[in-house]
């Protein structure tokens, strides 16, 4: 009978990219970036454009840091 090889097991990834996934949660805290109505884009105020470039932001840092961190297979 044989046993399952203890490398199998997945090991914490500890990569200093993981950092990046804290700008879209602390970026969109910081109130002096979006306390505004100026400029508008398209008739749009600042806050609901600003808000749709955080989630921009949030996907492409993800992505970002996934691809750079995924172990090849």
Do not use: C, H, K
């Not at 090991?11 to 993981?18: E, F, G, R, W």
């Not at 109505?37 to 808000?51: A, D, I, K, N, S």
């Amino acid at each position: 009978m044989t046993t399952p090889r203890d490398d199998r097991r997945r090991s914490p990834d500890y990569s200093p990219l993981n950092w990046l996934l804290l700008l879209p949660v602390v970026i969109p805290l910081v109130p002096p970036l979006f306390n505004a109505v100026e400029p508008r884009l398209f008739g749009v105020p600042l806050f609901y454009w600003l808000q749709l470039a955080f989630i921009v932001l949030g996907v492409t840092t993800t992505t970002l840091v996934y691809r750079a961190t995924r172990r090849n297979r």
